[in-house]
Every structure is written in structure tokens, then in C-alpha cells.
């Protein structure tokens, strides 16, 4: 009993730790998170609507969306890492397209390559299988229909 | 045929129709002599090209019965006063027959038979002269067949021939072209012999001779035989009741001088019975106190069977082996017992009665009719253990079996009672009757212990009825249909047999039939049980391999070194030994190879060649190995198929891993370049 009270006591604090940090953050890098909130919304989208098997969906857009957002991120930080600057950028509509673009492409990709697989993998096995069988088939042609039974002794 | 040198060899003469036996003796069909025919075999004029004018005549068996081959064997070359010389034997092609036939060449007795049947009547013969020239060499004659160890069992006066134009000498006819005995009239056999059916008198003892030489002296003293007209039955009742002399001798006069070795000849008892010695002593001029028939016990009351008194038990079995049917109660119900008891007074014999009835219920086969026959059977061999075994219209003595049997099946005829009598066990029952022991009656008793064995398994190769005749009878020729044409008689003789028929029968016809694997069964003396099995296998396969296999170690152990046809015979039939292989290359191989050890003629190489151990065991491993191969093929294949199902959902799965993955790399990639690009 004790013990559960302490491991909830220990998980209140961490909680309260990470706001605390997260609220230091955004007080200390306040241009940085305001860029990225907005870049990377869609990959939070994406994370929130994802429900396919493997639930990586929000890593396929996000690791795009980053390519994307990555330069302008850098260019934030070693230019002028100001909070003008930053809402410059974030109001710039091309820079947001380029953003928002390689994000959408990295969801078509995400779509799209789990079909290109399946293709592949079924014109594989289907190759395999007209093997096997002529394999049968000459075992047969060798060894006469007798050779066909499962049951090896 | 026979081999060079045993029976001889079959040929044709010049001209291709005069058969010539051993390049030397010509033998003329169209020139037949129906004077010296013999029931078994027809006489015809023969030549002996290197001594022209020597009187010869040839005995072709023609008739259905076999021949006394081993006899043949012994009596060539043989002379002596008395006997018709056998000059020589073997076998011819014999065209009127389109067949290969027994060939006897003799000397032709030039003043033809003494008596041409049993009614004729002849100038009586003075007993001064019948005793030196006629009775003398005829005993000279036995005596000399005894010591080669032949019974000649042909001894009547329809089968003695005067040698000589003047009639001077008699000498004895054939004994070798038939059965043992077949054609001796009743009144010629002793009583036990002569209740036999002609073919199961078997080859009896020596003395039975003797008796036959006393009937034929008999008749040749008085001219006529005192029997004639008078049936076998009487003829048997008369001397069952009377005794042999008695019944011959009561109504003629024989010459004074002649009564004391007629009397001797004619005794029913064979202990008492003279033979060659006593026969010699009384020719040199020793007269011995006249024979005596031993006194027989008699009942004080009659049994009456069949409103007939009988005082003996022999009698009385003798009339009961003649009505069958109305015996089986008399002796079921316990009257004849009772009769043994206080009649004949003879509690051992009611004893005996007893015992064989109780053996007859353990043999009996369930089944009542089988019991009552046998029953009745024991109960007569115990009434009188001299008899022959009498099993219904069956009549034979245990060396008569072979007989029986061989005629029944010769002419066609019913077999059943012979095996009926061998299955219920009468021969263990007669042999354990006999009062004197003998070492061959342990080795008769384990024989028919055997031939039993044998009818228990009727429908196998190699046992059955035809194992029994060849079994039973050392003269047997092979029986098969595919050696109709052949004869066959020794085992080195079936293949070479079997290889000119090859050339005459239709491929697909089995080379080896019930009587050629019986008459290789009884003849060959070493164990083939290993081929008799395989060859009574019902898979095809493996039975052709038994037939291959006996067929094989037949050549290897006795030749001859080739055999085309019947190589080419076999070959044709290896079907189910080739397709035994699963292999289909190792089929091919043994299809293209098996002409190549045809032509070579060798059916041990064509054994080893379609049968190797190797080839098997190689075949073997390798199908296994392939089935196991076909076996994970398709399991592959049905998993494979099985995969295709779950096969969107595992490609969605990679896929979206695949697409993060790249994602991501892309991103590190480009923060890498991008900072790098901050740095220098």
C-alpha cells in the first residue's frame, strides 16, 4: 500500500517535472517551438489519425516534414533566433507549401509503398509455386504418380 | 528326354521316318507285331544295324500308364536262361504320336507266347521236362532279378514265351513297359495282392513272384487254368476260404512228383512261402517235408453279416470291404466287439477294434459320413492287418498308393478316395498294425505324414495332389501340358524340356504350372522353400521372381550351360519384376539389357541382372528420396498458396515500415547536409 502510493507520488512529480521544463522551454526557446508547432502540424495530424496496423504513419510525415522544415529551422537558429524572425517565416506561404508538400508526400509514400511491396511479394511467390510444381512433375515423370503421396516413411 | 548314356537318345533314321534308338536300333512302325503287344506298350519289328539278323523286337509305350523306368535301368544288359533279354532302352521320336516315347528293344522270343489269354488251353508240358527246362531257368530268372533288386510282378502264363522255335525253353515276357503288377490276373496274385485294385498292389516282396511262377506251373502242367470262367471276387472268396492250392489244385491232378513245390510256391503265408533257395534245394534233389497252412484261431460262434457265417475275422472283413455301407453299423454299433469278445474270444483284438474306432473320431473331420468311412476302414485293417487298406471302393497296399494314384490321374479318373485315404491317416493306422518291426516303416510313416501335409494345402505350388504322385512315384513322368510332347522324367531333363517348348507355347503362358513345380519339389534334393514361397505369393511381382529364381538355380546346379528359348520364355514375362523398379530410367535400362542376356541364355545372369540387390536397394533409397522431395514441394507450394491470403496484410505491414524508414533516413540526411552546410 505504501509502496503504491510512493510509485504514484513518483509519477505525479516526473508529470509535474516535465511541464515544468516544457514551460521553461517554451519560455527560453519560445521562436523554435512556434516554428515548429506550425511546421510540423501535420505530422501530429498524422499521428493523431493514424490507425493502420503498424501505427508509423506520423514517422513517414514527420520524417519528411522535417526534411522540410529542417532548413528553415537552422536558418532560425544561426540567422537571427528572434521571435520577428521566426513569425517571418512561419507566415511565409511558399516556405509553408515546400513544408506542407513534403509532408503530403511523405503520406502519399506512406499509402503507396505498401501496395508496391504487396505486388512484389505475390509475383514472388507465384514464380515459386510454377517451380515447385514442375519440380512435382518431373519427380513423376521420373519416379511414376506413386512418388505422390505426402506420407514420406 | 533322358541324357546321353541313362535312357538314350531319341533320333531318326536316315530316311527321317525309321526312328533309330542310339544310332543302332531301328525300329519300324509300319511293320507292328500285335503278337507281343503288352497292355501297356505295341510291339514292333526292330533292327540292330550293327548285327543284322539278330532277332530283336521293340515295346513302344504308347499307353497312357508310366513305364518302370528304374527297372528298364537295371534289367539292360541283364541275361539269363528264363528272362527275355532287354538289349536296350530310351527314348524316340515318335511320329505316329507326334511325341517322344519309351522304347524298349528285347530279344525276340521265337515261339510266342505260351498261353495268348487265361482261357486258352495248351498241351500239357510232361513234368520231366517242365521241371529242367522250363521251371528251373523261369526260378534262375527270379533268383537273379532278386539279387538286382527287381520284383518283376508280371509272372502269368499270358506273359511266358517260348524262346525257341521248338518250345523248348520258356522265358519271362516284359515287366518294365507298365505299372508294377497292373495287369496280373487275380488268380496269378496272392490273396492280399489280388484284393487290391490292379494299380495299388504296389511292388510287394519277392515271393509274390514265386507264388505267380506256382499258378503259371499250375497251368502249364495241366494245359488250361482251373479257374477259368470263375470271377476275381470267387476266385478270392474261394481262396480266402480254401487256401491258393487247394483252390487251383482240387479239382485237377497234378503230376506226383510236382505237388511238393507247387504246394511250396502257392503257400499263402509268406513266411512260409518258397523262395529262390528253397526252390534251388528242391531242384538239387532235396525234398523237404511238405508245407503246412498254420492253424487259425476260430470263433466258437458265427458272426452273421449279410446272412453269411463267418468264423474268421478275415472273412468276415473281406465281406464287409465288399458292402460298404452295411458294415459301417454293424461294426458302429458294437456287435462286432461283442462278437471279438465271447465268439472269437480274442479280447485283445475287441481291444484293438476299440482303438481304431477312436482314432477314426479323431481324424474324422467332424463330419459323420468321413467317420464312418474311416472307422470302418481301421476297424478292417485290424480285422486283418495282411489285407491292403480298404477305404470304400479304395484297395491298396501302402507301396500301392504311388500306383493308384498315378493310374487315377493317367486315365482321368477320380483321385478322391487315394487322397481321402492319405488325409485320415489309414497308412499310420496299417503300418502300426504290423506285428514285426521295421526301420522303413518309420520312414513310411513319416512320408505319408508329409503327403498328408501336402493334400492340406491343395491349392499351393508344389504341394497338393501332383506333389503326392511325383512323390510317390520314382517312375512318374512330369505331367505338365508343356512337356506333353517331351517326357520327362528325370529333373536334369525339365529344363532342356522346358527350352524346346519354349518355341511352341504363347509367350505369355508361366512356364512353370502345378506338376512341373511338384515334380521339381519331389525330384531336386536340395531346399528350395525360399523359391516354393515366393513362387505361391499372390503379388505378381514377387511370384515371377520365385519362378525366375527356381528356374535359375535349376540351371546353375544342373545345366545346361544355355538356354535361348527358354531365357527368351522368361524374358517375355518380366513385366511385373521390371516394373517393380519405380525408377522409370532404371525400367529402361532393364528393358534395353534383358534381349542382350536373352541372347546369352544364362536365366542365373537374367536373376542376378533384374533382381540385384544393389538396383533395389539403390531404387529404394532414391524413391524414398524423391517422395520426400514431392513431399516438401508441395507442402512449399500449399504454404506458398496459404501465404497469399495474409499476403496484402504482411506487404501493408513492410510497406509502412519500409516508407518510415526511408522517411526517416531522408530527414537525417538532409539535417546532416544542411548543418554542414552551417559549418563550412
Known sequence: ?153 | MARDGDGGQSGKGATGTTPILKDRYAIFPDNPLPDLDTPNATAFAAEDRRQRGRPLFALVVTGPLPPRVQVMQQLRGLRTAGLMALVEWGYIEWAPADAVRVVLIYEQPMGGRVMKSLSDTITPISDQQFVKSLLRPLCMALGELQNHGIGHRAVRPTNLFYSDASGGRIVLGDCATGPVAIDQPVVCETIESGMCTPAGRGLGVYADDFYALGVCAVMLLIGRNPLAGVSDHDILTQKLHHGTYATLVSDVRLPLGMIEIVRGLLADDVDQRWDFEQTDLWFNGRRMSPVQAKPVRRAQRAFVFMNQEFFLPRNLAHAMANNWDKAVPVVLEGKLEIWLRRGLENNQLADHITMAIRNAAAVGEKNKAAFQDTALANVLIVLDPAAPIRYRDFRAHVDGFGGVLSAQVALGKDTRLVTEAILRDLPKMWLGMREKFSPEMIQMTSNFRELRDYLQDPFKKGAGLERCLYELNESQRCLSPLLARDIVLDIRDLLPALDRTASRVDSKTEPLDRHIVAFVAARYPKDIAPQLAALNEDDTKRATLGMLSLLAVLQWRLGPEALHGLCGWMGALMGPIINSYHSRARRRTLEQEIPRLVRKGSLPELYNFVDSADERRADFDEFQRARAEWAVAQQNIRHLESGQVGADENAERTGQRLAATGSVSVAIVTVAVVLLGYMF
Open chain 1, 1 to 153: 500500500m505504501a509502496a503504491g502510493s510512493q510509485g504514484a507520488s513518483l509519477g505525479l512529480t516526473a508529470k509535474a517535472g516535465g511541464l515544468l521544463l516544457f514551460a521553461i522551454g517554451l519560455f527560453l526557446f519560445l521562436p523554435t517551438v512556434l516554428y515548429l508547432v506550425v511546421t510540423m502540424l501535420p505530422t501530429a495530424v498524422a499521428l493523431v489519425i493514424d490507425r493502420s496496423a503498424t501505427r508509423s504513419g506520423w514517422l513517414c510525415v514527420g520524417g519528411l516534414n522535417f526534411a522540410a522544415a529542417c532548413p528553415g529551422l537552422f536558418d532560425l537558429w544561426f540567422t537571427d533566433p528572434s521571435l520577428e524572425y521566426a513569425t517571418t517565416m512561419i507566415t511565409d506561404v511558399f516556405s509553408l507549401l515546400i513544408v506542407y508538400g513534403a509532408a503530403a508526400l511523405g503520406w502519399i509514400i506512406y499509402l503507396t509503398t505498401p501496395q508496391i511491396i504487396g505486388a512484389f511479394m505475390e509475383m514472388t511467390s507465384s514464380r515459386r509455386i510454377t517451380r515447385l510444381k514442375a519440380q512435382q512433375k518431373q519427380l513423376v515423370e521420373d519416379w511414376g504418380s506413386e512418388v505422390a503421396r505426402e506420407e514420406v516413411e
